[in-house]
């Protein structure tokens, strides 16, 4: 089963602008992570923000911020005043920490353009 | 090392030939992971070393893959008799030990093509 959902496989932005992500997910463990990573052309993966199923805030990393609604378990990224090197590939990934599992899973990825 | 280095960057094999992937990560790096990445896709979870602990094979695809960790540090995964659908970007991560909060460190990943 799909664990991990991302609804948006490209999405536009202007520069400058502020752009939302989205990411859906789907667990029965209480605890789990939530991950952000970017994808340049280049193919490395950067982590860019995490967030503990059990944080009361939500996370925030620079111009990078993680909007957590646990009851509609959604994890979406916000990326302000975005620049021309933002475009990328975005994926958000997720651990279920109290079922142990070693492994981190990933959504499909969302393909980020910004127009100059 | 700074970074995690795999080498080859880039790989092309005939079907049916075996193919070595290696993996250098982050010196003092316990835990180590593979994934595989095919086009356009999401990465695809194949195995994962922690230190010592016995890994965990729950990824790899069939019994033509394997991997194995030396020493704790550099790790080589193996394709043996190489199909057509193993063609896809290899990519291993390291983190300093298992912790749920770390992000892992990505290499920049080995592209297989079998032809």
């Known amino acids: 089963a799909q664990k991990i959902t991302q609804t948006q496989p490209g999405m536009f932005v202007q520069e400058k602008e502020a752009v939302t992500l989205d990411c859906t997910y789907d667990?029965?463990?209480?605890?789990?992570?939530l991950f952000w990573y970017k994808q340049p052309s280049s193919g490395e993966m950067i982590f860019l923000i995490y967030?503990?199923?059990?944080?009361?805030q939500n996370a925030t990393e620079g111009r990078y911020s993680l909007n957590f609604q646990k009851a509609r378990k959604s994890a979406n990224l916000v990326i302000s005043a975005s620049q021309l090197g933002d475009s990328a590939m975005y994926f958000c990934?997720?651990?279920?920490?109290?079922?142990?599992?070693?492994?981190?899973?990933f959504g499909a990825g969302t393909r980020l353009t910004v127009k100059p | 090392g700074a970074g995690v280095s795999q080498s080859p960057s880039n790989k092309v094999t005939e079907k049916g030939k075996d193919v070595e992937l290696r993996c250098d990560p982050i010196?003092?790096?316990?835990?180590l992971y593979w994934y595989r990445q095919s086009l356009g896709q999401g990465l695809e979870f194949l195995i994962y070393?922690?230190?010592?602990?016995?890994?965990?094979k729950s990824g790899l695809p069939s019994d033509r893959f394997s991997a194995e960790r030396t020493g704790g540090s550099v790790s080589t995964l193996t394709i043996q008799r190489t199909q057509q659908e193993d063609s896809a970007v290899y990519l291993c991560?390291?983190?300093?030990?298992?912790?749920?909060?770390?992000?892992?460190?990505f290499g920049s990943g080995t592209r297989l093509t079998v032809v």
């Open positions: 070393f922690q230190g010592n602990s016995a890994p965990d």
């Open positions: 010196s003092g790096h316990t835990a």
């Open positions: 991560a390291s983190s300093p030990r298992d912790r749920v909060n770390y992000g892992y460190t």
């Open positions: 967030q503990g199923s059990y944080d009361q």
């Open positions: 667990t029965s463990d209480p605890s789990y992570g």
């Open positions: 990934a997720m651990r279920e920490i109290g079922r142990g599992n070693n492994d981190m899973r």
